[in-house]
């Protein structure tokens, strides 16, 4: 039933009541008037509303799609341009080098070597003293007679400094490399530099406080698969001061002598002018730096190019050292 029927239902019904209650149907019949007409007033407000909305929703992508052409079209003629041609084919503006490829440079802690090899270095020289060795005691017909301790190695001290930087003679860098060049082994460093500490530790006897190992000018070493072949790594040496251009015409460095006094081992040492070569036997020069059980060579430097004098040990040369 509407609310305009029911109105009407109410004022017939008027008609056929009592006054007093007459009054009280036709109260209800204006009422549902007042509500009908504000029913139709809100849904004319609503209609209105949503045809705006729609209005404004539809001039705002006219807009939008406008700008988008027109923002198309400016930056598309912004970018148009066009330039007589003034010049030939053959001439250039910039002169570029032809490109070349590039082989990849070394980083400065990379020197050259063999394969996977790489070259000796200075830092292989280190000292291979630790405090976790044992006193090394002498003994003399059953008493003690001295007790040596070793010492912390390479985290406690630096190798030998000259001129303010860690300094190995560079001859013994050298032979060692070539030597892995033309073997295409490793060269195995047993002993390099010796603090004093650790020198006295290996060999208390007075004549080794003179070991050139405490001044970066000696090295033991072995080839490692040529262990039972020294001979051939010293043949190495040989061959390389007969190759080398500034030793050519130079018999003094090309020519190798035997040194026939007396020495702690079997075989004659060898030298020339600039090194002095040792080869040890599988039972001689033992200590806790060459306790492996192979032969073994150590090259002395007896003469400094460079400088042009004699290597000779001193106490002060020893002691040349950093502290950590």
């Not at 006295?200 to 490692?224: C, N, T, W």
């Amino acid at each position: 039933m509407t609310l305009e029927l029911a109105a009407i239902i109410f004022l017939v019904l008027s008609l056929c009541v009592s006054a007093p209650l007459r009054l009280c149907v036709e109260f209800l019949a204006k009422m549902l008037f007042w509500i009908k007409c504000t029913l139709l007033f809100n849904a004319e407000t609503q209609r209105r509303r949503d045809a705006e909305n729609i209005q404004q929703q539809f001039l705002f992508l006219f807009f939008l799609l406008a700008s988008c052409q027109n923002s198309e079209q400016s930056t598309s003629s912004s970018h148009t341009r066009c330039d007589p041609i003034d010049r030939l084919h053959t001439d250039h503006g910039l002169h570029l080098p032809a490109i070349k490829p590039a082989t990849q440079q070394p980083y400065p802690w990379q020197t050259e070597g063999v394969g996977q090899l790489r070259a000796i270095q200075k830092d292989y020289f280190r000292c291979k003293g630790s405090n976790l060795h044992p006193p090394h005691i002498v003994l003399q017909d059953g008493k003690e007679t001295g007790r040596f301790y070793d010492c912390a190695g390479a985290e406690k001290h630096s190798l030998p400094v000259v001129n303010g930087k860690e300094f190995i003679y560079p001859i013994l860098l050298e032979l060692l490399s070539e030597i892995q060049k033309q073997t295409g082994l490793p060269v195995i460093i047993t002993s390099g530099h010796r603090c004093p500490a650790h020198n006295a530790y290996l060999d208390p006897r007075i004549k080794a406080q003179s070991s050139k190992h405490m001044i970066g000018a000696e090295v033991d070493f072995y080839v490692q698969d040529m262990q039972e072949t020294p001979e051939k790594v010293i043949q190495i040496i040989f061959n390389f001061y007969n190759s080398q251009a500034r030793y050519q015409g130079k018999k003094e460095y090309q020519t190798f002598s035997r040194f026939e006094k007396e020495t702690d081992v079997v075989v004659a040492p060898w030298l020339n002018k600039e090194i002095f070569i040792k080869l040890h036997s599988k039972t001689e020069g033992r200590n806790f730096d060459n306790r492996h059980p192979y032969p073994y060579i150590s090259i002395q430097v007896r003469f400094d190019r460079e400088k042009n004098e004699r290597v000779v040990f001193t106490p002060q040369q020893a002691q040349q050292f950093l502290r950590k």
